[in-house]
């Protein structure tokens, strides 16, 4: 307990004096700023190579804090948030003149969370101002969900890394809007929609024919390995074959372990029972850590197309490059 509150004051300090510091959170690791200091905050997108017209997440220890910050908060906003909070659940929200347009990228809408670490929580309950934080990773590369990742990718350039272990949930927040008073998914994450569905049954996924992209982050091509990736429905010998005799060098990745055994071709699992959870936790470090051995092609499997499979396939499809 000693270590992190000595960590935590390290890393109040850096955040009190303008500085950038890489935060756990339980979905995936933060880049974070002081959400009120523009020169901080443009720190953020200078180093992830971010487009300026991404915005940012605010997050914060409460709804109390949250509250001072936007005009209202819908009924059905606080019921979900009331039931998910401290938790992966972001939620956009009318802010008011409090919080600045550089964070928004010109939205009237601010997205809001409160993430659910002890260490981050801590800290946030510390500082005087909210965190902006996106994930800490360059711009279009898989989110961290691990401490090394983040200094991989970021070495000394971030000033502070805050080591809070491995992110339990390892995908992002589920983000809502709530467009008209009707609460709509923008992007599926850790929390499924069964469980906002339970909530606040009007709740709906699909995006409209007509909608624009709400956000860059929502494009269709977006967290990638550097290596040619692919995705697949089910591995099978037609697939395997076919890449074998194209590709020199491959890997494989299914969603629980298979015990295949194929020559020329290296097997990975994300999980060992196909446990949607355990897939959730594991992908990003299974994607990160073969990635980085140079292979010509890599293919996985999709999960099942339910519950957490859906925010899973999202990123994986998102991730295949060609
Ligand atoms: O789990 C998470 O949400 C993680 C952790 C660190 O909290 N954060 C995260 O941030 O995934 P980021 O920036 O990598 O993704 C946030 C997404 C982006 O696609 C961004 O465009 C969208 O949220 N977003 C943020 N503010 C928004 C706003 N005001 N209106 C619409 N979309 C917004
Ligand atoms: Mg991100």
Redesign the pocket.
């Known amino acids: 307990m000693k270590e992190i509150k000595l960590d935590i004051y390290f890393a109040k300090s850096f955040l009190d004096r303008g500085d950038l510091v890489a935060i756990p959170?339980e979905?995936?690791?933060?880049l974070a700023a002081n959400a009120f200091n523009k020169e901080a905050v443009e720190k953020i997108y200078e180093l992830k190579q971010r487009p300026k017209n991404?915005?940012?997440?605010i997050?914060c220890h409460s709804i109390e804090q949250i509250k001072q910050f936007v005009t209202e908060i819908p009924k059905d906003a606080y019921e979900l948030a009331n039931q998910f909070w401290p938790g992966?659940l972001?939620i956009?929200l009318k802010k008011n003149e409090l919080i600045p347009d550089y964070i928004?990228?010109g939205?009237d809408?601010?997205?809001f969370?409160i993430?659910n670490h002890p260490i981050t929580l801590e800290l946030l309950k510390q500082l005087d101002y909210p965190l902006v934080?996106?994930?800490?990773n360059p711009s279009n590369r898989i989110?961290p969900t691990k401490a090394i990742h983040v200094y991989d990718y970021f070495k000394s350039t971030i000033p502070y890394i805050l080591d809070g272990g491995d992110c339990n949930e390892g995908i992002?927040?589920t983000?809502i809007?709530f467009k008209n008073n009707k609460p709509k998914i923008?992007?599926p994450?850790?929390i499924t929609f069964q469980q906002l569905f339970y909530v606040t049954p009007s709740i709906t996924l699909e995006q409209d024919e007509n909608d624009s992209p709400?956000?860059?982050?929502?494009f269709k091509k977006h967290y990638s390995p550097t290596s040619p990736f692919k995705v697949v429905e089910k591995i099978d010998h037609e697939i395997i074959h076919k890449s074998k005799s194209e590709n020199s060098k491959i890997a494989i990745i299914t969603c629980k372990k298979e015990n295949l055994s194929i020559q020329g071709i290296d097997f990975y699992a994300y999980s060992d029972k196909g446990d949607l959870n355990q897939i959730a936790a594991n992908l990003y470090d299974t994607l990160i850590t073969i990635d980085a051995k140079n292979y010509d092609l890599i293919i996985s499997e999709l999960a099942p197309e339910v519950g957490k499979g859906i925010a899973i396939n999202n990123r994986l499809k998102r991730a295949q490059n060609f």
């Open positions: 959170t979905t995936v690791y933060g991404n915005p940012l997440i997050h992966p972001t956009l928004t990228a939205s809408y601010a997205a969370r993430p934080a996106p994930s800490a989110s992002e927040s983000i809007h923008l992007r994450g850790s709400p956000a860059p982050g929502m």
